[in-house]
């Protein structure tokens, strides 16, 4: 939890009421336990927890092996890698004519700005908390130099109006932050606030961060306590932030929209809703079946590892049937006069082919063979995507939220560059091949005008100054429509397209497709050094050619237009003796009668 930077507009005082804060928080917490207890049972059988302490007790007690074989991590992990490997880039369109050509500008400002805060990483991190836990949240702030800074809010953390029932959360009236911070922290944050931990009342708060002290508002063992920062729809976006024992900040929200009215920072989507506003991820259907097939793998071991025996002659040797139990149980054991195993392969069978049928609905709610490439398939790039869309079809509900909010994400990025960035700002574009090209945003045009200035003597003369007389490329003047250009994967559409490139080179020869064209779209390591050496050669060359006589140049000049006049003329001849032959031919067609002889004599 960071300060709020300085806001850019006039905002009246906001006042909040303690109370009615902390009834909101805990209203908040309350309404969501169900969802918030599912989103840790899923994350826990994610990170391999997947017997609680009751289970694993009994079956330690039956000599029952608590063994897991984690399938619903590989599912996810699968989706994730198919979103790491889906480029998507940022790309703004103008609203307005005049701002054509500052379209180019803003994009490759938003582009740097999503580099610079690192967003792929932030982005998997918000992605895996969407799908396990079924809530993806994302806080876009700035930094010190007003880049902005997407931030992914822990899902024990986040905070959001539990009556909200959009995907999206755009009904929600609030959405916050709860972290336990150090009190010293908190004061360096907020000098003036007096804080105690001591004198705070303890509440019964419930908290669902992996620390939960259970002291309600305050942990006095290590002086922290828990600071809440909540931004409120209350007629506009209000930002609050308080603790419990009173409120640090209460302002209009620092961050503006487009228009310049204070906004909410925080993107969010849930995954999936149910009828009672629960939200959660794709882990939640996955859970009984990973029960199901850890339960059939234990319950199959023990089978194996265990023997079950009748006993066939009433009057056999007189032993105790735990003793039986044991040696029938151990590899050496003998069993007694009048006891044989019993046969229980059919109970194993059974075992064996419910776990099977378990792993393959497990398999089947994440991405299928075709899309992780594991299908054995050798196909063009361009079939290999195919079959990945195809096999991500059960997916589109999910991977579309996750879509959506990333658009959303960097809309907020864009407002935030729009309402600080209003410095010179230079950005590294990294579209030029081979070499970086950077550009300034709030460009200042200086221009010399003529002004009094004090002279060497230290008396006023006429001398110039230079004044800004214009800004380029400024943000906050830009009226942009932000979009997601999702790229395919580069790599095998490019490999294909450079192959049939080289196909029509092999057609229509050098001269229709020459060999520079082929270097420039191939991925050869090094190919802009390969290209420069190309071109140095063919200067050499050139300058190594003797000159021509200019007259030698002039009669050849005139050699050639004088060609062409004659082979002009001759066309001109054939074209005139078919005319009069098409023409003789309508005659003989016309007329039947007239003798041939005098036609084949005419003319």
């Given at each position: 939890?960071?300060?709020?930077?300085?806001?850019?507009?006039?905002?009246?005082?906001?006042?909040?009421?303690?109370?009615?804060?902390?009834?909101?928080?805990?209203?908040?917490?309350?309404?969501?336990?169900?969802?918030?207890?599912?989103?840790?049972?899923?994350?826990?059988?994610?990170?391999?927890?997947?017997?609680?302490?009751?289970?694993?007790?009994?079956?330690?007690?039956?000599?029952?092996?608590?063994?897991?074989?984690?399938?619903?991590?590989?599912?996810?992990?699968?989706?994730?890698?198919?979103?790491?490997?889906?480029?998507?880039?940022?790309?703004?369109?103008?609203?307005?004519?005049?701002?054509?050509?500052?379209?180019?500008?803003?994009?490759?400002?938003?582009?740097?700005?999503?580099?610079?805060?690192?967003?792929?990483?932030?982005?998997?991190?918000?992605?895996?908390?969407?799908?396990?836990?079924?809530?993806?949240?994302?806080?876009?702030?700035?930094?010190?130099?007003?880049?902005?800074?997407?931030?992914?809010?822990?899902?024990?953390?986040?905070?959001?109006?539990?009556?909200?029932?959009?995907?999206?959360?755009?009904?929600?009236?609030?959405?916050?932050?709860?972290?336990?911070?150090?009190?010293?922290?908190?004061?360096?944050?907020?000098?003036?606030?007096?804080?105690?931990?001591?004198?705070?009342?303890?509440?019964?708060?419930?908290?669902?961060?992996?620390?939960?002290?259970?002291?309600?508002?305050?942990?006095?063992?290590?002086?922290?306590?828990?600071?809440?920062?909540?931004?409120?729809?209350?007629?506009?976006?209000?930002?609050?932030?308080?603790?419990?024992?009173?409120?640090?900040?209460?302002?209009?929200?620092?961050?503006?929209?487009?228009?310049?009215?204070?906004?909410?920072?925080?993107?969010?989507?849930?995954?999936?809703?149910?009828?009672?506003?629960?939200?959660?991820?794709?882990?939640?259907?996955?859970?009984?079946?990973q029960d199901e097939i850890n339960m059939s793998r234990s319950k199959m071991l023990h089978m194996l590892n265990s023997r079950r025996v009748r006993i066939t002659e009433l009057?056999?040797?007189?032993?105790?049937?735990?003793?039986?139990?044991?040696?029938?149980?151990?590899?050496?054991?003998?069993?007694?006069?009048?006891?044989?195993?019993?046969?229980?392969?059919?109970?194993?069978?059974?075992?064996?082919?419910?776990?099977?049928?378990?792993?393959?609905?497990?398999?089947?709610?994440?991405?299928?063979?075709?899309?992780?490439?594991?299908?054995?398939?050798?196909?063009?790039?361009?079939?290999?995507?195919?079959?990945?869309?195809?096999?991500?079809?059960?997916?589109?509900?999910?991977?579309?939220?996750?879509?959506?909010?990333?658009?959303?994400?960097?809309?907020?990025?864009?407002?935030?560059?729009?309402?600080?960035?209003?410095?010179?700002?230079?950005?590294?574009?990294?579209?030029?091949?081979?070499?970086?090209?950077?550009?300034?945003?709030?460009?200042?045009?200086?221009?010399?005008?003529?002004?009094?200035?004090?002279?060497?003597?230290?008396?006023?003369?006429?001398?110039?100054?230079?004044?800004?007389?214009?800004?380029?490329?400024?943000?906050?003047?830009?009226?942009?429509?932000?979009?997601?250009?999702?790229?395919?994967?580069?790599?095998?559409?490019?490999?294909?397209?450079?192959?049939?490139?080289?196909?029509?080179?092999?057609?229509?020869?050098?001269?229709?497709?020459?060999?520079?064209?082929?270097?420039?779209?191939?991925?050869?390591?090094?190919?802009?050094?390969?290209?420069?050496?190309?071109?140095?050669?063919?200067?050499?060359?050139?300058?190594?050619?003797?000159?021509?006589?200019?007259?030698?140049?002039?009669?050849?000049?005139?050699?050639?237009?004088?060609?062409?006049?004659?082979?002009?003329?001759a066309d001109g001849m054939a074209l005139r003796n078919q005319m009069d032959a098409i023409g003789a031919a309508?005659?003989?067609?016309?007329?039947?009668?007239?003798?041939?002889?005098?036609?084949?004599?005419?003319?």
């Amino acid at each position: 939890m960071a300060t709020a930077p300085e806001t850019v507009m006039e905002a009246p005082a906001v006042t909040f009421d303690l109370a009615q804060l902390k009834k909101l928080y805990q209203e908040a917490r309350d309404n969501t336990d169900g969802a918030r207890r599912e989103a840790e049972l899923a994350q826990d059988y994610y990170d391999n927890k997947q017997w609680s302490s009751a289970a694993i007790k009994a079956l330690r007690k039956r000599k029952q092996p608590e063994i897991w074989v984690n399938r619903i991590a590989p599912a996810v992990n699968g989706i994730l890698g198919v979103i790491e490997q889906g480029q998507a880039d940022p790309r703004a369109f103008p609203r307005n004519a005049e701002d054509q050509d500052a379209s180019e500008v803003a994009t490759d400002a938003l582009r740097y700005a999503a580099d610079n805060a690192r967003w792929p990483r932030t982005k998997l991190q918000a992605a895996r908390t969407y799908l396990v836990g079924g809530i993806g949240a994302v806080i876009v702030e700035v930094d010190d130099e007003g880049d902005p800074w997407p931030r992914v809010i822990r899902q024990g953390e986040f905070l959001y109006d539990p009556h909200s029932r959009d995907h999206d959360f755009e009904d929600a009236r609030f959405m916050g932050v709860a972290k336990w911070m150090y009190v010293d922290a908190v004061k360096a944050l907020y000098p003036d606030a007096d804080i105690d931990a001591d004198a705070i009342a303890p509440q019964s708060v419930s908290f669902d961060d992996e620390d939960k002290p259970q002291t309600g508002w305050t942990d006095p063992k290590r002086n922290r306590v828990l600071v809440v920062e909540l931004y409120i729809d209350k007629g506009g976006w209000k930002r609050v932030v308080f603790y419990g024992g009173g409120v640090l900040s209460a302002e209009a929200s620092p961050y503006v929209d487009e228009k310049g009215r204070p906004t909410n920072p925080i993107v969010a989507q849930s995954c999936f809703v149910d009828r009672d506003n629960g939200r959660y991820g794709i882990v939640k259907a996955m859970v009984p079946i990973q029960d199901e097939i850890n339960m059939s793998r234990s319950k199959m071991l023990h089978m194996l590892n265990s023997r079950r025996v009748r006993i066939t002659e009433l009057n056999g040797p007189d032993v105790d049937a735990n003793t039986i139990r044991e040696e029938a149980a151990r590899p050496d054991g003998i069993i007694p006069f009048g006891v044989q195993p019993a046969d229980n392969g059919d109970l194993a069978v059974g075992q064996v082919q419910r776990m099977q049928e378990a792993k393959a609905e497990l398999e089947r709610m994440g991405p299928n063979p075709a899309v992780l490439g594991r299908d054995g398939a050798s196909a063009s790039g361009r079939s290999h995507l195919v079959r990945q869309q195809a096999g991500l079809t059960e997916l589109t509900p999910a991977l579309g939220g996750l879509e959506d909010m990333e658009l959303r994400v960097f809309r907020q990025m864009w407002m935030r560059i729009k309402q600080f960035k209003t410095e010179p700002w230079w950005i590294r574009v990294t579209d030029d091949v081979g070499a970086a090209k950077f550009m300034m945003l709030n460009e200042p045009v200086v221009e010399e005008v003529p002004a009094i200035v004090p002279g060497p003597d230290g008396q006023p003369t006429v001398g110039t100054q230079q004044v800004v007389v214009e800004v380029k490329n400024r943000p906050a003047e830009m009226d942009m429509d932000i979009i997601i250009d999702a790229m395919p994967d580069t790599a095998n559409i490019q490999a294909e397209q450079f192959a049939e490139l080289v196909k029509l080179a092999g057609i229509y020869g050098p001269q229709e497709v020459p060999f520079d064209d082929l270097l420039e779209a191939s991925n050869l390591p090094k190919k802009r050094e390969l290209m420069e050496k190309r071109q140095a050669r063919q200067q050499e060359m050139q300058q190594a050619q003797p000159p021509v006589d200019p007259r030698v140049e002039a009669d050849v000049a005139v050699k050639q237009s004088q060609a062409a006049v004659n082979a002009a003329k001759a066309d001109g001849m054939a074209l005139r003796n078919q005319m009069d032959a098409i023409g003789a031919a309508q005659i003989v067609n016309a007329d039947p009668a007239i003798d041939n002889n005098v036609i084949a004599n005419a003319g």
